[in-house]
């Protein structure tokens, strides 16, 4: 029963997401595809965003496709998260505010053997949305420029990994997404005359379809060193990949520029093909995680887990090239993220008939600092915040199913005060949801 509703209603995200536009608040998103989507999944956005590292039988980690063996036997797992962004900038004397919310993914997960894993699922991989206006003066009168992008770019993908070496103390898993990357972005830039007439002018759009096989690989290797002590070393890479796509120009007088339905076409150029020569993106990490008893409570002992993580990732984007927009280059990038989980109660299935609420939950903080691929007035744009977040199990279903909520608190800057500084929150909220214990899938079950 529960196996046919997650697939009904995958299919029907599927359409949905399929034929929608992903919405962003970010002027550095008109550049090329958009921005590329940083892991900000309801369970790394608490961590500060450490997604190469962050993952156990309880947490769908669909950016290192190496975990999806670590799910327990017959426990698949079904993630749906949903993002959303305030960001306050300023634009001269005036504070602006403006927000956005966003299906961020939906990925499951499932334990095929003991030591093999596949997932399969939708997540983001680049959005474009901003809306700009500029005015500059021609004799006794003014022009007034608006300029606006939308659209992004999908990654639907087939994801498998497997255990190389599975020995007690030591595991070495490797896996790889594949799948296909698809979506419609387009920038426009709209002009009117401001006394001459207020709302007729020009339009001139660009629309940018992508289609093209993509994927990345994954891998991890877990050192037990005992019951209390385990380390893991793990790392992602998304290789040099040529991307299909077409562009579409257009050149419109309108009547007035705000009503696409008056539009008229003043000359066109349809189905102009080219590729786009990704950056290649690596990505290394390492987690420490520490078991210990802490106080008794009870006839029981409450048995704690702490887990630090560290992530460093490098884009080189020296390597892009773009046939259609062969003028458009990057700066090369690299970002730190710094994550700490707290579990008071990691037991807390066997023991959720004694537990407390508070023992239950999973509480998280983190950092990340990234440099950006552009740059003002000769200065390399940064982003960095501070994250906090929670994961909830849903107990009464006894199974490993949770609701959790992440925060950060970020500023983007160019070193300088200037109206391109962004100071923003964002909110990533999801669900996880597994079988209970009583419905765990390819079980063998004996009849008498």
């Known amino acids: 029963m529960l196996r046919a509703k997650l697939i009904a209603l995958l299919v029907f995200l599927s359409v949905g ?39 156990d039988s309880t947490i769908l980690n669909f950016y290192n496709p190496s975990t999806y063996n670590t799910y327990g036997t017959g426990q698949p797992l079904f993630s749906i998260g949903i993002e959303s962004k305030m960001l306050f900038q300023k634009d001269g004397n005036a504070n602006v505010f403006s927000g956005t919310a966003m299906l961020n993914h939906f ?28 005015r500059v003066a021609v004799g006794t009168d003014s022009i007034k420029y608006t300029y606006l992008g939308k659209g992004g770019t999908q990654h639907v993908f087939v994801g498998a990994s497997a255990n190389l070496v599975n020995v007690k103390s030591f595991k070495w898993s ?51 060193l005992n019951n209390k002590h385990m380390i893991t070393l793990a790392g992602t890479f998304e290789p040099t990949q040529n991307l299909g796509v077409k562009k579409d120009e257009y050149l419109f007088y ?34 420490y995680i520490l078991g210990f008893e802490s106080e008794k409570k009870g006839n029981r002992i409450r048995e704690s887990e702490l887990a630090l993580h560290f992530n460093y990732g490098m884009t080189d984007w020296s390597a892009y090239r773009d046939e259609l927009n062969p003028e458009l280059t990057f700066l090369n990038t690299s970002k ?18 004694v537990v407390g609420f508070f023992e239950t939950v999973r509480y998280r903080v983190g950092y990340y600092q990234y440099t950006l691929p552009y740059s003002y007035n000769g200065t390399q744009m940064s982003d960095f915040g501070m994250t906090f977040g929670f994961g909830l199990p849903i107990l009464t279903t006894k199974s490993l199913s949770s609701v959790n909520l992440g925060v950060s608190l970020g500023k ?23 079988p209970s214990n009583f419905d765990r899938w390819f079980r063998k079950r004996k009849l008498d």
Not at 187 to 210: C, H, M, P, Y
Not at 413 to 429: M, P, R, T, V
Request: hydrophobic content about 35%; charged content about 20%.
């Open 412 to 434: 983007r800057e160019a070193g300088s005060s200037n109206s391109l500084n962004q100071k923003y929150i964002s909110l990533n909220f999801g669900v996880t949801l597994a």
């Open 254 to 287: 309108a009547p007035n520029v705000n009503d696409p339905r008056f539009y008229d076409t003043i000359n066109q150029k349809a189905d102009i093909r080219g590729t786009i020569r990704m950056a290649p993106s690596y990505n290394i990490g390492f987690s």
């Open 174 to 224: 490797v896996g790889g997404n594949a799948g296909y990357l698809f979506g419609i972005s387009t920038n426009e830039r709209r002009s009117q005359i401001i006394k001459l007439a207020q709302f007729s002018g020009g339009v001139d759009r660009n629309v940018l379809t992508t289609s093209a096989f993509y994927y990345e690989l994954g891998t991890n290797m877990r050192l037990k």
């Open 17 to 55: 997401i399929a034929n929608a536009q992903y919405t962003i608040l970010s002027p550095y998103s008109s550049y090329g595809l958009g921005e590329r989507a940083n892991p900000e999944n309801y369970v790394f956005s608490g961590i500060g965003n450490c997604s190469v590292t962050a993952f």
């Open 107 to 134: 990925v499951m997960g499932i334990p095929v053997k003991k030591n093999f894993g596949i997932a399969f699922g939708l997540k983001p991989y680049a959005r474009k949305g901003y809306e700009l206006y500029d």
């Open 336 to 353: 730190i993220n710094v994550g700490v989980q707290f579990i008071p109660e990691r037991d807390f299935l066997d023991k959720a008939a």
